[in-house]
């Protein structure tokens, strides 16, 4: 069973601002699914390597080029909120 | 006007070339039908009538040109909210990126685009693609068209919804333990997972990058087939696609199956499948046996764990995902004051981001986080290999599997919204073809008691596509 100090934990690393409300309602779904997950202790898993990914493909390389004819640099920067400075977002500062 | 939105592609676009009708004849036919029946449906979250018009016009001009078109050209197509598609909105339904209008479209937007494609609209989903009903939408519950009480299924409910309804030619979906193969199930239209790699995910919001694929929607086996064919390819904006050759759907279609050995794994027709769905999943292998191919049973044992896999490592990776959702770079930023940059991100994805996201969010980061990867995320991708191998073993002796896509047919809305594992399980028998990378083609195979859908899905190994061809097209000679 998840405690409040552990779904507070999760939620800050996960930065999830959660009403007291939702930790509640979410710690006693998230325990009930956690729980279930207990299920893959029956599996022998000594001898089994893990799989990240099913391609068998590593090192794709490309060359390292702007690819421009789709969107440049500042139409994507003009999808933000905040206000553009020399092609650069700024946000609030962080170290004080 | 409902005629011709209840033609295949392929009728449709044997009309154009002998100029019975116009590309914007097939686009008005569809927005007449959008306008007819989607207010109840719910399918659509933005229908693009200007652009869909524009591009129509554009490719019946091209016509009398005398330019050479591709079949799909002038063909109308809706599109899942998740797919960039260049100055309109693409929202991924979720409130967090509500007003996004992306600069550049997906790979396999753009590609259609070039050919002529008629993009008539963005599609619903649950939010991010997270869910099993399209009933986690910011916008709102897409219904099955065979019965408005009822969910379209998920994640591409509305594209789903959308082909089932003449709504559209066809549509582009995504699966990721199930999201187009269980609507095209529930809503008796064909879906196809492809193997994954085998069609390019750029410009496609990503929700878990080891398990995604991009795959069609569509009425017929043939157009499943061309469909395919134009969208799988190697790309170099998808490095996870490799540089293998796109064979020729089509050219399967027709072929006889004798000889050809199927497997029924019978983990998929046991404990908590609902009796119809079996018997009709059955019936659909004994018409195949009937016609010469040989059905055995075949045991695939680590299929209970499929589940418990899916929501350790799909969580893990869609809260890597996510976390670029923080109102910095796009997206809706918070509306309240923040005192600093983790408060800000906090409030951002607090206010953004639905309940089922949250829940995922959280689970994705507690199975990564210290003390917690070993026993979780880590036992969770070593299960992986032990299915991959399962399917390996049975491919040694069969040459595709065909059984359930979903456990049961459509449910009420609401029925299982409140109760997340349940929900899940709903994907129980779609994900282990997800974890292996397999392709797997959802067809419609009868109905239940009460008149619903009921689809079934053929499983091939790894680029075994044509092999889901091939047995497709026979059970629709069939049906």
């Known amino acids: 069973m998840l405690t409040e100090e552990e779904i507070s934990h999760i939620a800050h690393l996960a930065r999830l601002a959660l009403t007291a409300e939702e930790k509640t309602r979410f710690g006693a779904q998230l325990s009930r699914i956690l729980g279930y997950m207990d299920i893959l202790k029956e599996v022998d898993v000594e001898k089994v390597q893990e799989t990240s990914q099913v391609t068998g493909l590593a090192n794709v390389m490309d060359e390292d080029i702007m690819h421009l004819s789709q969107t440049t640099p500042d139409e994507l920067l003009a999808q933000s909120e905040l206000p553009i400075d020399s092609h650069q977002i700024r946000v609030m500062r962080i170290i004080k | ?479």
């Open chain 2, 1 to 479: 006007m409902a005629e011709l939105s209840a033609l295949s592609i392929v009728e449709a676009a044997k009309g154009l070339s002998a100029r019975d009708f116009s590309a914007e004849d097939l686009a008005n036919a569809c927005i007449a039908e959008i306008g007819r029946r989607d207010g109840e449906i719910g399918a659509y979250v933005y229908v693009d009538e200007e652009g869909a018009l524009s591009a129509a016009r554009a490719v019946d001009q091209r016509r009398a040109k005398g330019e050479e078109l591709s079949m799909l050209a002038g063909i109308p197509l809706g599109v899942k909210d998740l797919f960039n598609t260049r100055g309109v909105r693409t929202t991924c339904c979720s409130e967090i990126i509500r007003d996004f209008v992306p600069p550049y479209d997906a790979e396999v937007v753009g590609r259609l685009r070039e050919l002529g494609a008629v993009c008539v609209g963005k599609t619903n989903m649950d939010e991010f693609a997270c869910g099993a009903s399209t009933e986690h939408s910011c916008f709102g519950v897409t219904k099955n068209p065979y019965d408005l009480s009822r969910v379209a299924g998920g994640s591409s409910g509305g594209s789903a919804a959308a082909v089932a309804a003449n709504m559209c030619f066809y549509a582009l979906g995504t699966d990721t333990g199930g999201s187009i193969r269980q609507p095209a199930s529930l809503c008796g239209v064909y879906g196809f997972k492809p193997t994954y790699g085998r069609v390019s995910r750029s410009g496609v919001t990503a929700m878990a990058s080891s398990w995604d694929t991009v795959g069609p929607f569509t009425r017929s086996v043939e157009d499943m087939a061309l469909v395919m064919e134009t969208i799988s390819g190697h790309s170099r904006f998808d490095q996870t696609t490799p540089e293998k050759a796109v064979p020729s759907y089509l050219s399967v279609l027709g072929k006889e199956v004798k000889g050809l050995k199927i497997g029924l794994p019978k983990e998929y027709f046991g404990e908590g499948i609902e009796e119809e769905t079996a018997t009709v999943v059955r019936a659909a292998a004994e018409k195949l046996e009937k016609a010469g191919a040989e059905v055995r049973e075949v045991s695939l044992p680590s299929t209970k764990y499929a589940v418990a896999v899916y929501y350790i490592t799909m969580p893990a990776e869609l809260s890597a995902n996510l976390a670029r959702f923080d109102g910095v770079r796009f997206g809706s930023k918070t509306s309240a004051e923040a005192e600093n940059m983790v408060d800000f991100y906090a409030q951002t994805r607090g206010e953004g981001f639905g309940d089922e996201i949250k829940r995922r969010i959280m689970i994705g980061t507690y199975v990564l986080s210290a003390g917690y990867y070993d026993a979780y995320y880590k036992r969770a991708q070593k299960v992986r290999t032990v299915i991959i191998q399962d399917f390996e073993r049975v491919f040694a002796e069969v040459d595709v599997l065909i059984a359930p896509v979903s456990p049961f047919p459509a449910f009420k809305i609401g029925e299982l919204v409140d109760d997340p594992l349940a929900m899940y399980m709903a994907d129980a028998l779609a994900i282990p073809a997800s974890a292996a990378g397999l392709p797997a083609f959802a067809c419609p195979a009868g109905r239940s008691s009460l008149g619903l859908p009921i689809g079934l899905q053929i499983i091939a190994p790894q680029f075994g596509e044509e092999r889901c061809f091939h047995v497709g097209s026979a059970l629709e000679r069939m049906s």
